[in-house]
C-alpha cells in the first residue's frame, strides 16, 4: 500500500472561494470618529511632520479620498494616498513611502500582531466594530482570573470593558504570558492561530462579537501535520527560492540570512527573488526552483494555498529540516518567535546520519567534503575547488531546456551585408498585396 502525494481531485471540486472583504462607504458625519481625523492631525503637527502617506486596505479605498481631503484642510499640506501596497496591507509599507520620500506613515485597518522594523515612524488607527458589553459579561461570569486580549478592531472599547471588568486584564498591545486562561475578543481564527503558537499558549478562548458565543480554541491538526512533508520535501530539493514577501517586519533580513547558511552549509542552491505580492502566475517563471521559502508576516496566507506549482514552506520548516541542532518543536508563522543564530558547521552537516526520503523512498547521502547529486558521476567537490557540470541549478537547468531564449549564435552564422527592410506600418507595409 503506498501513499499518494499529489493533489486529490476532491480538493478543487469541494474548494470554497473566500468572500473579499465588502467596500467600506462611511457616513461622512462619522467619518472624524472612524478614522481619528483629530488624533491624526495632532499627531502631525506635534512632530511636524510634513509629507505624510496613509495606507488603506483595498475595501478602505472608498473612503481615502474624503480622508486626505479632511487631513489636508486641516494641515494646510499635501498627504498621500498609497493605492497599491507592495506586500500584505496589515504591514506598513515602507517601500511605497520611500517614494515620495515620505517622514510618517498612517496606517488604517487591520494590523496583525508582527513586529514591525519602525523604519518610518507610524501612526496606527484600528477598525471599530461595535460590541455588546452586556452579552459579554454573561459569557465571562464563569471566567473570572482570565486575561481578555482585544483584536484592533475591539482596542476601542479597551477603557470601557476595564471598567466593566475591574477583577480582569485587558490587553490591547504587548502580551506577556502571565496567566493560563486567555480569551481573545475577535473572530480572526489566523490571527488567533498565529498568537497561541507564538506565545505557546495551552488554552485559548475567543470571543466573537457576532454570534456572542465563547469557544475554546484548538488549532487545526492538519497545519501541523503539513510539517511533516513539507520536512521532507526540503530534505530532497536542491534548488531554493527565498522570497522577500515582506521589508516590515522586524528581523526580516536575519531571517533571510538565516535561510541562505542553512541552505550553503547542505551545499544546496538558493537564488533570492523579490516580485512584491507572490502570484501563481509570477513564481511559475522559477521552474529551476524545487522549494519555495516565503519570508512575509504570519498573516499571509500563502503558506496554505494549494495553488502554486512549488511547496511554500516557513522558515521553521527549514530549521527543522537542515539544522541538526534544532529541538524546537513548537511551530509558528512569526519567524520572530524561533529566529536564531545557532552556528551551523560542515561538520555538524557531515554527521548526520543517512535516512531514506519518506517521499521518493531513497536513500539521502551526505558525503563528507562534497556535495553529492543525485545524477550519477555528475560531483562538485569543494575542498579541492575542482569544478564540475551540475544540471540541478539554474544555469544547468536551463542548458536542457529546448529553448533558453533569444541566442546571438556569435561564430555560428555567416555574416551579411546590411540589406533593406519593409517599408510602411504594420497594418499594411508596401509589399504586402492585400
Not at 494616498?81 to 509599507?93: H, K
Not at 562534497?370 to 544547468?396: C, K
Request: hydrophobic share 40%; net charge negative.
Amino acid at each position: 500500500m503506498s501513499a499518494n502525494f499529489f493533489t486529490n481531485d476532491a480538493i478543487i471540486i469541494e474548494r470554497q472561494i473566500d468572500d473579499l472583504p465588502k467596500l467600506v462607504s462611511t457616513n461622512p458625519d462619522e467619518l472624524s470618529y472612524i478614522y481619528e481625523i483629530d488624533n491624526c492631525v495632532k499627531w502631525i503637527q506635534n512632530h511636524n511632520f510634513k509629507k505624510v502617506c496613509l495606507q488603506f486596505p483595498d475595501y478602505m479605498l472608498t473612503d481615502a479620498s474624503e480622508v486626505a481631503k479632511s487631513l489636508q484642510n486641516r494641515l494646510q499640506q499635501t498627504v498621500y494616498i498609497l493605492g497599491d501596497t507592495a506586500y500584505e496591507s496589515c504591514c506598513i509599507d515602507y517601500i511605497a513611502a520611500a517614494h515620495v520620500e515620505a517622514d510618517a506613515i498612517i496606517h488604517f485597518g487591520p494590523v496583525c500582531f508582527s513586529k514591525p522594523t519602525e523604519t518610518t515612524p507610524c501612526l496606527r488607527i484600528f477598525e471599530k466594530y461595535p460590541l455588546d458589553l452586556n452579552k459579554l459579561r454573561l459569557v465571562l461570569t464563569n471566567h473570572a482570573n482570565s486575561i481578555i486580549v482585544l483584536d484592533t478592531p475591539y482596542a476601542v472599547h479597551a477603557n470601557l470593558i476595564r471598567q466593566t471588568f475591574n477583577n480582569l486584564i485587558v490587553i490591547t498591545d504587548d502580551f506577556v504570558h502571565t496567566a493560563s486562561s486567555v480569551i481573545i475578543v475577535g473572530n480572526n481564527l489566523r490571527k488567533i492561530l498565529n498568537f497561541k503558537l507564538a506565545h505557546k499558549l495551552t488554552e485559548v478562548f475567543y470571543y466573537d462579537p457576532i454570534t456572542t458565543t465563547l469557544t475554546n480554541y484548538d488549532e487545526d491538526l492538519k497545519v501541523l501535520k503539513r510539517r511533516h512533508f513539507l520536512v521532507e520535501t526540503i530534505k530532497d530539493s536542491i534548488t531554493f527560492g527565498i522570497i522577500i514577501g515582506t521589508v516590515s517586519v522586524k528581523n526580516y533580513f536575519s531571517a533571510i540570512e538565516r535561510v541562505k547558511k542553512l541552505i550553503r552549509v547542505h551545499g544546496k542552491k538558493y537564488y533570492v527573488i523579490s516580485v512584491g505580492k507572490p502570484t501563481v502566475a509570477k513564481l511559475a517563471n522559477f521552474l529551476e526552483i524545487d522549494v519555495y521559502v516565503v519570508i512575509t508576516c504570519g498573516m499571509n496566507e500563502i503558506y496554505d494555498s494549494r495553488d502554486f506549482y512549488k511547496p511554500i514552506v516557513t522558515p521553521y520548516d527549514m530549521e527543522t529540516a537542515l539544522n541538526p541542532h534544532w529541538k524546537d518543536s513548537h511551530f509558528s508563522y512569526d519567524f520572530n518567535s524561533y529566529l536564531t543564530d545557532l552556528e551551523i558547521s560542515k561538520e555538524d552537516v557531515d554527521n548526520m546520519l543517512d535516512d531514506v526520503s519518506l517521499i521518493t523512498g531513497k536513500v539521502r547521502t551526505s558525503v563528507k567534503g562534497m556535495v553529492v547529486e543525485d545524477v550519477g558521476s555528475e560531483v562538485a567537490t569543494r575542498e579541492s575547488g575542482a569544478l564540475a557540470l551540475n544540471t540541478n541549478f539554474g544555469a544547468g537547468f536551463l542548458s536542457q531546456r529546448g529553448w533558453k531564449g533569444l541566442e546571438q549564435n556569435l561564430g555560428c552564422d555567416q555574416p551579411d551585408t546590411v540589406s533593406e527592410g519593409r517599408r510602411g506600418i504594420a497594418q499594411g507595409y508596401q509589399n504586402e498585396t492585400l
